[in-house]
Every structure is written in C-alpha cells, then in structure tokens.
C-alpha cells in the first residue's frame, strides 16, 4: 500500500498494511519510494501520511474511540 507523507510529499510504501488500519497503532513500518535505490525500512507516524491524492486516512484507522466521539 502506498501513502504520501505529508511534509515531503514523497511516496511510502506501508509494510505493515494491518497496522495501517488498527485504530491502536500510532505509527506503521515503511519506506520512502523516491530515488532509484531501494531506501531503508523506517517507522512512519500514521498521522503524518495521507492517501496519495491527498484524502485524509479515515478517522477509524487513527481513533480507537471513534464510535463513542460520534454518540455524544
């Protein structure tokens, strides 16, 4: 799965895509896609990606307690 990081605008392949969408998890195992050499595995923080057209990442795959935020 591909993201775009926010500040640079590069592309990053998401390595863990069950991480990506577990409400839990603040940051996700990636790697920047820009050059032509294969760049070195990092941890990205799930609130500084966006989808590569620049759609925000959806609230339930940020927020554990999304459902409770919108009850009240």
Do not use: I, N
């Not at 993201?3 to 392949?13: C, F, I, N, Q, T």
């Not at 050059?35 to 923080?45: K, N, S, T, Y």
């Amino acid at each position: 799965m591909y993201m775009r990081d926010k500040a640079s605008g590069d592309l990053v392949e998401v390595l863990d895509v069950v991480a990506m969408v577990d409400p839990c998890s603040a940051d996700v195992q990636g790697r920047f896609h820009a050059g032509e050499e294969l760049q070195d595995v990092a941890r990205f923080a799930k609130a500084g990606l966006e989808f590569p057209s620049g759609e925000a990442l959806p609230r339930c795959w940020l927020d554990a307690a999304y459902r409770t935020a919108t009850a009240r």
